[in-house]
């Protein structure tokens, strides 16, 4: 019993949950921007050099038998995962620094101001 005890333990940890969540989502995430490339950066931008070169797709790109075009589709591919990143990683900040400059309340008397003052009341009667 106890090991099966140890084992939901670490299952349904809160590291080990968090880190299926990410993986995940990083997987969705890769999908999204290899079709961001695929679909829209590779047609949009690519296609005047690709026709030159007669490619069909930049992965078709070869020279001397070095499939050199894959290796710029995965260049092109790290460029905007890390942009994207970099750009969601920047608005949390920009986000988390909005709130610490939010204004602290004003604090109130201390307790021996308060003290104090009960003490020139007093003294005034």
Known sequence: MGFLKEFKEFAVKGNVVDLAIGVIIGSAFGAIVSSLVGDVITPLLLTPALEATGAKNLEGLVANGVAYGKFL????????VAFVLFMIVKGINKMKKKKEEAPAAPAGPTQEELLAEIRDLLKNK
């Open 73 to 80: 589709a995965a260049v092109i591919n790290f460029l905007c």
